[in-house]
T-cell receptor, first 112, second 110 residues
Framework: NAGVTQTPKFRILKIGQSMTLQCAQDMNHNYMYWYRQDPGMGLKLIYYSVGAGITDKGEVPNGYNVSRSTTEDFPLRLELAAPSQTSVYFC???????????FGPGTRLTVL | GQNIDQPTEMTATEGAIVQINCTYQTSGFNGLFWYQQHAGEAPTFLSYNVLDGLEEKGRFSSFLSRSKGYSYLLLKELQMKDSASYLCAVKPTGGFKTIFGAGTRLFVKA
């Protein structure tokens, strides 16, 4: 099993550009999450999904959108990138909400 | 509100024992997790406590007191590779989110 995979690993965006961060898991997990982690800080939840077709906002959803058309994939869309979105983005999944989460390797995004 | 507190940084010596504390105030309690995160890498799961008491897993142990809203992670026989951030996370009752603390950066020195 590959676990949780994320692409790209690194990206530099100009202000106002858009991009999609890809996330996939092959563990048949119901729950998937997107977090951002700023330097020296904890994980802040952006969006989460409890299953295909169902998504909900987390703590810091502004400027982001998600979709979950399949169990495996949970892409995160950034529209009109801003410098405040410079961060490391982690995708994670779990079988149930009270189980441990498995994290992808992260995407390091810089907006200039 | 929901809050998790951990020390920001700790330093310990190779071969020693270190205890990383975590206190939490959440809307109900459905389990507490510890994750390890090396610099530049993703968090990885270490332990899960749902009942009071000590859970031991090799060199790592985790303790929980639900009545006190308190947990600690105990690392024995410290090795240089244990230098990392340790994240305490709580699953409140209701809802689907897990709340993460800011993490404790542990430096292990020779």
């Amino acid at each position: 099993n590959a676990g949780v995979t994320q692409t790209p690993k690194f990206r530099i965006l100009k202000i106002g550009q858009s991009m999609t961060l890809q996330c996939a898991q092959d563990m048949n997990h119901n729950y998937m999450y997107w977090y951002r982690q700023d330097p020296g800080m904890g994980l802040k939840l952006i969006y989460y999904s409890v299953g295909a077709g169902i998504t909900d906002k987390g703590e810091v959803p502004n400027g982001y959108n998600v979709s979950r058309s399949t169990t495996e994939d949970f892409p995160l869309r950034l529209e009109l990138a801003a410098p405040s979105q410079t961060s490391v983005y982690f995708c994670a999944s779990s079988y149930e909400s009270y189980n441990e989460q498995f994290f992808g390797p992260g995407t390091r995004l810089t907006v200039l | 509100g929901q809050n998790i507190d951990q020390p920001t940084e700790m330093t310990a010596t190779e071969g020693a024992i270190v205890q990383i504390n975590c206190t939490y105030q959440t809307s109900g309690f459905n389990g507490l997790f510890w994750y390890q995160q090396h610099a530049g890498e993703a968090p990885t799961f270490l332990s899960y406590n749902v009942l009071d008491g000590l859970e031991e897993k090799g060199r790592f142990s985790s303790f929980l007191s639900r009545s006190k809203g308190y947990s600690y992670l105990l690392l024995k026989e410290l090795q240089m590779k244990d230098s990392a951030s340790y994240l305490c996370a709580v699953k409140p009752t209701g809802g689907f989110k897990t709340i993460f603390g800011a993490g404790t950066r542990l430096f292990v020195k020779a």
